[in-house]
């Protein structure tokens, strides 16, 4: 729970921090180089971030110490690396610096991978479901358009030239509208395809999660 505690404040921080020098002055003065270190790998950050610290930190005149930042960061390296952490960062569709050691990479990457199919998965019925919500939409957007479209043709003082613009109109709406009447039948049978996979998928993880 402290590594996604520490992603969340990463999250957050990143959005309001674009262009900011990533340590203040008062943070380079105090120097707890293990803490940043120890953050900077529960964020997923490679060790190099010490180098963008340095450039902070130089212009207020202080070095960093690259051994306490070097515990920290293998420590945070550690927690970052576990199989659960690696589940929870790919189920949310994150990506990875990839910066486990030997030891935990297998692991932490399988657990990854297991993640992300279970992010795509989600994401498929996510994307047929609002493809099927614009069509059906459109459908009864369509059915007031030709009614609105059938009225204005009873417009006595229409020219020739109007009704026939009109008429060509609504064969256009009854064209996608038959065409949309074809797509949504077949778009919900693969919905339910998907959401079946997605069912199967969730209670395979819901059995045997990532340790």
Request: net charge negative.
């Amino acid at each position: 729970m402290k590594v996604f505690f520490y992603l969340s404040l990463f999250a957050v921080a990143l959005a309001g921090c674009a262009g900011k020098p990533s340590m203040s002055a008062n943070q380079c003065a105090v120097g707890d180089w293990q803490t940043v270190g120890y953050r900077d790998a529960v964020n997923g950050k490679r060790s190099t971030a010490l180098l963008i610290h340095q450039d902070a930190c130089m212009e207020h005149g202080v070095a960093p110490d690259r051994t306490a930042y070097m515990s920290g960061w293998e420590q945070g390296a550690q927690e970052y690396c576990q199989p659960n952490n690696g589940f929870y960062i790919g189920e949310r569709g994150w990506s990875h610096n990839n910066i486990c050691p030997a030891e935990l990479r297998a692991g932490f990457l399988t657990a990854y991978q297991e993640g992300q199919h279970l992010y795509q998965a989600r994401l498929v019925v996510s994307n047929l479901e609002w493809e099927i919500d614009q069509k059906t939409n459109r459908l009864e957007a369509i059915k007031s358009e030709i009614i609105s479209a059938g009225a204005a043709q009873l417009n006595a003082e229409l020219s020739l030239e109007e009704r026939v613009q009109l008429g060509a109109r609504v064969q256009r709406l009854l064209d996608e509208q038959a065409r949309l009447k074809q797509e949504i039948p077949s778009l919900e049978a693969e919905l339910a395809v998907k959401s079946r996979e997605l069912d199967k998928l969730s209670r395979t993880v819901a059995l045997s999660p990532p340790r």
